[in-house]
């Protein structure tokens, strides 16, 4: 009964999740004055579904000409029943979308999202994934609020069987640098070496006000699902907690998360991560169930790395993601010309079903996961 309640607790998170993205692209294209046709959360047969009170647009009308003589048509438009937007929860929680008129269609409507400037459209198309961003960014502040202590980089003690005191570092060394990336937690110290430490890596450190280079240090391994990581063989002081550790936290943390998710896409494409490093909605769920069995802490740790995904993986280049029209809106922008709306709607339907041929494998990956186990 307790696994079902954990269960919902992630399909409810989850579908938050969504819902906040898919808000980012409504918003702002009401303020921009585009018509919404629908807003959906989840996907597949619809569960519920109302439709808004005020209309989009104008309705079939004309008016008289400025000299009276004739009348001058208004432009067309559907009726006002059509002309409203129709809310719906869909019975999937993989996903969503907002349906935009003249999104994905030629259509000469004022409140089509063709009419609009070219920088409306990339403020609509780049508002859902900066949500998820922000979001992540937000909930990052409340984690490090409810840290009992924050971690610096400064080397504190050694654990047993250290291995990088061998190669120079010592206790009381504040480390700058892993590999030319600056760190500024604790946190993001151990991620670093997390993430490059499987192999001997470069350290900056402060040492007595000065400034010293580590070259080649060498941390012990951890082989997780047939994957080396770097394994931290110290333990760091702590830092006081105040408002400007807080912001300092907050930020860099949040920062380091993004780059987590670049990282992990590099070694994907590098070969260091197979498919079986992917998950899909059931692979999420899962892991949120064990991060909340885990506690509140892991659990709002997972959420922030899945809302900063859901923001970063929708700007990548891919035909049918944000990022996908975001590239045609920025060639529109630089050539002044937009790009045939045919050939971009093909493209973004190849796109849309290379992406759904992917995540119905993960999906049967995921699902067979749960039964080999």
Same mark, same amino acid.
């Given at each position: 009964?307790?696994?079902?309640?954990?269960?919902?607790?992630?399909?409810?998170?989850?579908?938050?999740?969504?819902?906040?993205?898919?808000?980012?692209?409504?918003?702002?294209?009401?303020?921009?004055?585009?018509?919404?046709?629908?807003?959906?959360?989840?996907?597949?047969? #619809?569960?519920?579904?109302? &439709?808004? &009170?005020?209309?989009?647009?104008?309705?079939?009308?004309?008016?008289?000409?400025?000299?009276?003589?004739? %009348?001058?048509?208004?432009?067309?438009?559907?009726?006002?029943?059509?002309?409203?937007? $129709?809310?719906?929860?869909?019975?999937?929680?993989?996903?969503?979308?907002?349906?935009?008129?003249?999104?994905? %269609?030629?259509?000469?409507?004022?409140?089509?999202?063709?009419?609009?400037?070219?920088?409306?459209?990339?403020?609509?198309?780049?508002?859902?994934?900066?949500?998820?961003?922000?979001?992540?960014?937000?909930?990052?502040?409340?984690?490090?609020?409810?840290?009992?202590?924050?971690?610096?980089?400064?080397?504190?003690?050694?654990? %047993?069987?250290?291995?990088?005191?061998?190669?120079?570092?010592?206790?009381?060394?504040?480390?700058?640098?892993?590999?030319?990336?600056?760190?500024?937690?604790?946190?993001?110290?151990?991620?670093?070496?997390?993430?490059?430490?499987?192999?001997?890596?470069?350290?900056?450190?402060?040492?007595?006000?000065?400034?010293?280079?580590?070259?080649?240090?060498?941390? =012990?391994?951890?082989?997780?699902?047939?994957?080396?990581?770097?394994?931290?063989?110290?333990?760091?002081?702590?830092? $006081?907690?105040?408002?400007?550790?807080?912001? &300092?936290?907050?930020?860099?943390?949040?920062?380091?998360?993004?780059?987590?998710?670049?990282?992990?896409?590099?070694?994907?494409?590098?070969?260091?991560?197979?498919?079986?490093?992917?998950?899909?909605?059931?692979?999420?769920?899962?892991?949120?169930?064990?991060?909340? &069995?885990?506690?509140?802490?892991?659990?709002?740790?997972?959420?922030?790395?899945?809302?900063?995904?859901?923001?970063?993986?929708?700007?990548?280049?891919? =035909?049918?993601?944000?990022?996908?029209?975001?590239?045609?809106?920025?060639?529109?922008?630089?050539?002044? #010309?937009?790009?045939?709306?045919?050939?971009?709607?093909?493209?973004?339907?190849?796109?849309?079903?290379?992406?759904?041929?992917?995540?119905?494998?993960?999906?049967? #990956?995921?699902?067979?996961?749960?039964?080999?186990?």
């Amino acid at each position: 009964m307790l696994t079902l309640l954990y269960v919902l607790l992630a399909l409810l998170v989850f579908g938050l999740l969504i819902m906040i993205h898919e808000l980012g692209h409504f918003l702002v294209a009401r303020a921009c004055g585009v018509g919404i046709r629908e807003f959906s959360i989840g996907m597949g047969p #619809k569960i519920l579904s109302w &439709k808004g &009170k005020k209309p989009f647009g104008t309705t079939n009308s004309s008016a008289p000409s400025e000299d009276g003589e004739g %009348e001058i048509p208004l432009i067309k438009t559907e009726s006002v029943e059509e002309n409203v937007t $129709q809310y719906s929860l869909r019975a999937f929680p993989i996903g969503g979308y907002v349906s935009m008129v003249g999104e994905d %269609e030629e259509s000469d409507l004022p409140t089509s999202f063709q009419a609009k400037k070219v920088w409306q459209r990339i403020a609509i198309v780049l508002a859902g994934p900066v949500m998820n961003v922000l979001l992540g960014f937000l909930l990052m502040t409340v984690l490090v609020l409810s840290m009992p202590q924050l971690a610096s980089t400064t080397i504190g003690a050694f654990n %047993e069987g250290a291995t990088s005191p061998q190669y120079g570092l010592q206790v009381g060394d504040r480390v700058t640098h892993v590999n030319g990336t600056r760190v500024f937690t604790g946190n993001e110290l151990v991620y670093e070496i997390l993430n490059d430490g499987y192999e001997p890596v470069d350290l900056t450190v402060v040492r007595n006000g000065e400034t010293v280079e580590l070259n080649d240090v060498l941390f =012990p391994s951890l082989v997780s699902e047939g994957i080396t990581f770097g394994s931290a063989d110290f333990r760091v002081y702590a830092e $006081q907690k105040s408002f400007g550790n807080i912001l &300092k936290h907050s930020f860099s943390r949040s920062v380091s998360t993004v780059k987590m998710i670049f990282d992990q896409l590099g070694d994907m494409i590098g070969g260091r991560y197979g498919l079986n490093a992917v998950s899909g909605p059931v692979g999420v769920t899962e892991g949120m169930v064990t991060a909340a &069995k885990s506690g509140a802490t892991d659990f709002l740790y997972l959420v922030i790395v899945i809302t900063v995904n859901l923001g970063v993986f929708n700007l990548l280049p891919i =035909p049918a993601l944000d990022g996908g029209r975001l590239l045609f809106l920025v060639v529109e922008g630089v050539t002044r #010309k937009p790009v045939n709306k045919n050939i971009e709607g093909y493209i973004h339907f190849v796109g849309l079903m290379l992406l759904l041929l992917l995540m119905v494998l993960i999906f049967c #990956k995921d699902i067979a996961g749960l039964f080999v186990r």
